[in-house]
């Protein structure tokens, strides 16, 4: 149904500037689809950004919130029944080189687990300098914003933590250096492996290299494996910790339950947030078991860490990912796959690469497919008007804001998908 008055901007007033604006107000969600306060409806593509795994207000998630609710909440500093179930569960889950052998420190936001990650990967190594890369988002507070580039999170807010080097991501649509003969993805692992074993670089003192298996906001970017593999060799070789940011990538949102496991690398530690919750706040850093018994007992105290309400619900998301009836993961592979192919299909001249894994699938647009500008601010606000008033919500991303993800629930229905995503590619058409 077209929505005929988006009349919200006064609704959106009261919103603490800073955070993303959309032109929507949320009353009621279930499953991909959001009511407004007027009673106009919305497919979700972006999944509250990448929270909704499961879809909104799963009936077994509000069961599992009733049940827990009445038991026992907040643990305090004590562990609880099910942050201890939680942290068994998610060992289980890991990718191999976590995977049975890790310890969980539990967080309430991606950008705390990203702080976490910075300070032990500090203490464990005795080593004071981080790599993170062109592109990256790792989180908006002191080192996480420190690891994160982009004018817009950064611009006034400074300084940040020092010590962090930033290197090149393989972000082969836009590459500054020349791919004749070797790929982003050599170029971009030979050069951390540089800066981590030459004398005359930071070598001694990089304590971890942080890198998100397929860049987030930096626009939807999934290197091929060999870049991770190259990342590893160059870790081994200096003796710094590889740190996977799955924030974004993880809890099967890429076709595997860690986008890492595409390539087969063992991670030293792994931070986890948005689709781990099942839409309650949940967010965390594993690490080698060998290296969280480096840190001092009581040195990082953290009142709310895995409230057994979160860890409930969080239980209940990873069920429902797991389930083999529902087969979420591997869904969401084939659905990827389909949905890109689809996406192609409309074959228009503002689509200058459509690219992805499982269900996080960033759309590239551009004035012109040969020079790569990027979609003016005016077409991208002009499309976004289109598809939010026929009744779907996309978040873009991107360097240059000109990426639109499709990062729907992992449940999303085939045929819905495939509707809403009509409505993106009628919108290109008036463009
Ligand atoms: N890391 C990555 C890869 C992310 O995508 C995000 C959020 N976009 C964060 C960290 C920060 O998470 P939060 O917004 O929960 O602090």
Same mark, same amino acid.
């Given at each position: ?298 040195? *990082? +105290?953290?009142?709310?860490?895995? =409230? ?5 619900? !969080? $239980? #209940?998301?990873?069920?429902? &990912? ?72 996309? *978040? +873009?991303?991107?360097?240059?804001? =000109? ?5 729907? !629930? $992992? #449940?999303?229905?085939?045929? &819905? ?15």
């Amino acid at each position: 149904k077209a929505v005929e008055a988006l009349a919200l901007s006064a609704r959106t007033e009261s919103m603490a500037r800073g955070g993303g604006r959309m032109p929507v107000v949320m009353d009621r969600a279930f499953g991909v689809t959001i009511k407004d306060p007027d009673g106009n409806t919305f497919v979700d593509l972006s999944a509250g950004v990448g929270v909704s795994s499961v879809g909104r207000c799963h009936p077994k998630v509000v069961e599992a919130i009733r049940q827990q609710s009445g038991v026992l909440m907040h643990a305090m500093e004590v562990n609880s029944s099910k942050r201890t179930e939680l942290a068994a569960k998610i060992s289980e889950i890991m990718p191999e080189g976590l995977r049975g052998d890790c310890i969980t420190f539990f967080a309430q936001s991606g950008s705390d687990a990203l702080e976490a990650a910075v300070k032990f990967a500090k203490r464990v190594t005795g080593r004071h300098q981080i790599i993170a890369f062109h592109g990256g988002y790792h989180g908006v507070w002191n080192a996480s914003n420190a690891l994160t580039t982009g004018t817009a999170y950064r611009k006034g807010y400074g300084p940040f933590m020092g010590g962090v080097i930033h290197a090149p991501y393989p972000y082969a649509y836009r590459f500054p250096f020349d791919t004749t003969h070797k790929s982003a993805e050599q170029i971009a692992g030979e050069y951390v492996d540089y800066l981590l074993n030459t004398p005359y670089t930071a070598a001694d003192d990089v304590a971890a290299v942080i890198v998100e298996p397929v860049q987030g906001e930096g626009g939807y970017v999934p290197p091929s494996p060999e870049f991770l593999q190259l990342l590893r060799k160059a870790c081994n070789k200096s003796g710094a910790l590889l740190i996977v940011d799955e924030v974004q990538s993880g809890a099967g949102r890429t076709g595997k339950m860690w986008a890492v496991e595409h390539s087969g690398v063992k991670p030293d530690m792994l931070t986890f947030g948005k689709g781990m919750g099942g839409d309650v706040p949940m967010a965390g850093l594993v690490m080698r078991s060998d290296l969280a018994a480096k840190i001092p007992d009581g040195s *990082v +105290p953290n009142t709310f860490a895995a =409230n057994s309400l979160s860890a409930a619900v !969080s $239980l #209940t998301n990873i069920a429902l &990912l797991q389930d083999p009836e529902l087969d979420l993961i591997n869904r969401a592979h084939q659905l990827g796959l389909e949905a890109q192919e689809y996406i192609r299909g409309f074959n228009s001249p503002y689509i200058g690469e459509v690219r992805g894994r499982g269900l996080m699938i960033g759309i590239e647009l551009v004035e012109d497919k040969v020079t790569k500008e990027p979609l003016t601010g005016e077409k991208l606000g002009k499309l976004m008007g289109h598809v939010l008033s026929h009744g779907v919500l996309m *978040v +873009p991303c991107g360097r240059y804001t =000109n990426v639109m993800r499709v990062m729907p !629930s $992992l #449940t999303i229905p085939r045929k &819905l998908l495939f509707k809403a995503l009509d409505v993106f590619g009628d919108g290109l058409k008036t463009l």
